[in-house]
């Protein structure tokens, strides 16, 4: 397990290596909402909500590049593929400002830039409160032009970075950057390139993926398997060996170690061979899990590439993690020194 010695020791190497990701990143734009500025709209009898600030953050895979950022990871690369629009200048420049090389993000007049806008409306008392969201999405598939586009800049830095994380976001099939033949070339280069650390996050797709670790919740498990979600064991410890299991059955399938996530229990790292439970950290107080995936991702990933064991690099996953899901109204991140200090008070 980790002690403090191999933690400061992983963190302490992270300046040193380079991660490359590939897949749909997002813009999430906020719209700060200053209630007490609310005005009615002389046209239609509306509110007008006015707009106080806007701030804008790399999403989807972005926010795992804003985590491996946040945790001081030397060198960044996003592959992608995004619209010539306005969402796509402003994510561009979020990535420049994160110090992540956008070289490899491929700009296409015929694809928009997938943006989460979420106004934020705030409040007399406590949080501002989210209000419905506004999503902009590719509605038709990629183009086989795309496909190749993203298969070439896969080929020229697959070789060049200590990791490739897979941020397979979109849940229509083919219609994201991950499609049929993008995820089929990155088992080719899974192989190909035995020293990289390949690792898939999926929420719809993970079973397709063949050589490349995996880190799937349970649902995303259980519907790779093809075997009903909706059932519940009634125990804590029925629930683990649940997913104990449908983890070793997914591990034969993909042909790789699976880091299957169960929430505030942590993770069970699973191969062919063994299997391991990594304890979640607990916290108090309000949380908000969005983007705690991304995190635990960013932090696995970072910690394998610093020389981690499995089980060390599933227990940072889980401390970056149980920081990002107590920051509110943002997607969170962890800095090596929270990480620090979190590990000492866990």
Do not use: W
């Not at 561009?92 to 015929?110: A, C, F, K, P, Y």
């Not at 989460?116 to 999405?137: C, F, V, W």
């Not at 929430?263 to 969005?290: C, F, K, N």
């Amino acid at each position: 397990m980790l002690d403090l010695t191999s933690l400061q020791r992983i963190l302490g190497t992270l300046p040193q290596i380079s991660i490359a990701l590939v897949g749909d990143l997002f813009l999430d734009k906020y719209l700060d909402l200053d209630s007490r500025l609310t005005e009615i709209s002389v046209e239609t009898g509306l509110e007008a909500y006015q707009v106080a600030q806007v701030r804008c953050y790399p999403g989807a895979g972005g926010t795992v590049l804003n985590n491996l950022q946040a945790l001081g990871v030397g060198k960044l690369h996003a592959v992608s593929v995004i619209g010539d629009d306005g969402e796509g200048y402003e994510l561009l420049r979020e990535l420049r400002t994160r110090g992540v090389s956008n070289e490899s993000v491929i700009v296409r007049t015929d694809r928009m830039t997938p943006t989460y806008t979420k106004p934020m409306l705030s409040q007399a008392s406590g949080p501002a409160r989210e209000h419905n969201r506004l999503d902009i999405k590719n509605r038709t598939p990629a183009s086989a032009d795309q496909d190749r586009q993203v298969i070439a800049q896969l080929d020229a830095i697959a070789g060049q970075v200590d990791a490739v994380i897979v941020a397979d976001q979109v849940t229509e099939r083919n219609q994201g950057v991950i499609t049929d033949a993008v995820r089929e070339h990155l088992s080719v280069l899974a192989r190909r390139h035995p020293q990289v650390v390949f690792f898939a996050d999926s929420r719809s797709y993970i079973g397709l993926y063949r050589n490349l670790l995996a880190k799937p919740n349970r649902n995303e498990m259980l519907t790779a398997l093809g075997r009903p979600s909706n059932v519940h064991e009634s125990s804590a410890e029925g629930r683990l060996d649940e997913i104990r299991g449908a983890a070793r059955d997914l591990s034969c399938q993909i042909g790789a170690a699976v880091y299957a996530t169960v929430g505030p229990d942590g993770i069970l790292y699973v191969d062919q061979q063994s299997a391991e439970h990594i304890p979640g950290i607990r916290v108090t107080g309000p949380i908000d899990i969005v983007g705690a995936g991304d995190s635990t991702t960013a932090g696995i990933v970072s910690a394998l590439c610093a020389g981690a064991t499995p089980a060390q690099a599933a227990h940072l996953g889980c401390l970056v993690a149980s920081i990002t899901i107590q920051q509110l109204g943002v997607t969170g991140t962890a800095s090596p020194a929270q990480v620090l200090a979190r590990f000492q008070e866990a």
